[in-house]
């Protein structure tokens, strides 16, 4: 599926949304369950939602889909899932999009759990072809009032009483979706955080350091090797960097290279190259942060100006 196709096929199910369909998962079990939510309030927040999934996506003309490889900080983005291995929670997304409309599957006892038990929520939403769209969220504290920690009040006719039921709040957000085979991730921070991506980012930048380390670019991995494991958005940028790179993709040699970094001023006063000037030395945090930049050919001059600018955020234009 084309990244173009994502946006029609999204919008093409939320301009036609006939149905919503709300599933719990069990922090006790980690089993998906039927919400069994009454449908007049479930028919409100599927209008709220799709509503707002419109306005900031599909009907959104700035909207973008990059790789999750090749995160910046852009706005207006949902980012592709391009890395081979996945967390167990797609699983959940896949059972729901599989999922035929007559399926009957166990329906959460909130009479005997209450709703301090539930994790996550999936929403599935269904366009008038019968093709759907899902989504992850994972359950905040804030999103959740249980009568067992602390004390909420509420009206009841005439005076404001202690709540004696617990209360889930479902808003607009989500971490990440799937429409078609395609998984979209909204929330790049939670999924790392609370769905453990991180994990597999580490694991992936330390394999790609490894290919740095045997070009004989870089002296001294110390401090860089230490980033790498301690700081999830230096691993990140690593991993963008490494799969992404024009300068890794085109194998520019490593002659090449420093010769470019120390032809610029704004390279040749921050990064520092060993005795015999045949690699970086990175023994400092900083020169880390600018070999990054350096290899993710963030330096760019303007044809038009001849100005030069740092670009963090950029797609690639045609030829």
Same mark, same amino acid.
């Given at each position: ?12 199910? %939320? ?28 028919d409100e927040f599927m209008i709220g939602f799709v509503n707002d999934l419109k306005n900031r996506f599909t009907d959104n003309e700035k909207l ?24 167990? *929670?797609?699983?959940?997304?896949? !059972? ?14 909130? $009479?005997?759990?209450?709703?301090? /038990? ?19 969220? &994972? ?30 709040? %479902? ?11 395609? &998984? %979209? ?8 955080? *609370? #769905? ?20 004989? %670019? ?7 090797? !230490?980033? #790498? ?10 991993? $963008? ?7 890794? =993709?085109? =194998? ?14 704004? &390279? ?6 060993? *005795? ?7 023994? /400092?945090?900083?020169?880390?942060? &600018?070999?990054?930049?350096? #290899? ?7 044809? #038009? ?15």
């Open positions: 599926m084309t990244r173009d196709s994502i946006k029609v096929d999204m919008k093409k199910i %939320l301009d036609t949304c006939t149905g919503i369909k709300v599933f719990f998962i069990d922090d006790d079990n980690n089993e998906l369950y039927d919400s069994d939510i009454e449908s007049e309030g479930l973008s889909i990059p790789d999750l490889s090749n995160a910046d900080d852009r706005k207006n983005a949902l980012y592709y899932f391009d890395f081979d291995q996945r967390i167990h *929670e797609f699983n959940y997304l896949d !059972k729901v999009n599989d999922m035929q409309a007559n399926k009957i599957i166990g329906k959460y006892q909130v $009479k005997n759990k209450g709703l301090s /038990s539930i994790k996550a929520v999936v929403i599935r939403l269904k366009g008038n072809d019968g093709d759907v769209i899902s989504f992850y969220q &994972y359950i905040h504290r804030t999103a959740l009032w249980t009568s067992g920690k602390g004390v909420f009040f509420t009206t009841h006719r005439t005076r404001v009483v202690k709540m004696t039921d617990d209360v889930l709040r %479902l808003n607009n957000n989500f971490i990440f979706a799937k429409i078609g085979q395609s &998984y %979209l991730i909204n929330n790049i921070n939670a999924f790392e955080k *609370e #769905l453990g991506f991180d994990k597999i980012i580490h694991a992936k930048a330390e394999q790609y350091c490894s290919s740095i380390e045997s070009r004989g %670019l870089v002296n001294n991995l110390e401090k860089f090797n !230490k980033r #790498l494991s301690n700081e999830t958005h230096f691993a990140r940028k690593f991993v $963008k960097v490494f799969k992404n790179s024009a300068v890794i =993709e085109q =194998e520019l040699s490593n002659e090449e290279i420093i010769s470019f970094a120390m032809s610029k001023p704004f &390279y040749e006063n921050k990064l520092k190259l060993t *005795e015999d000037g045949n690699q970086f030395d990175l023994n /400092s945090i900083q020169r880390c942060s &600018y070999f990054l930049q350096l #290899l993710d050919d963030e330096f760019l001059k303007s044809e #038009l100006t001849g100005m030069n600018y740092i670009a963090r955020a950029k797609d690639r234009a045609g030829s």
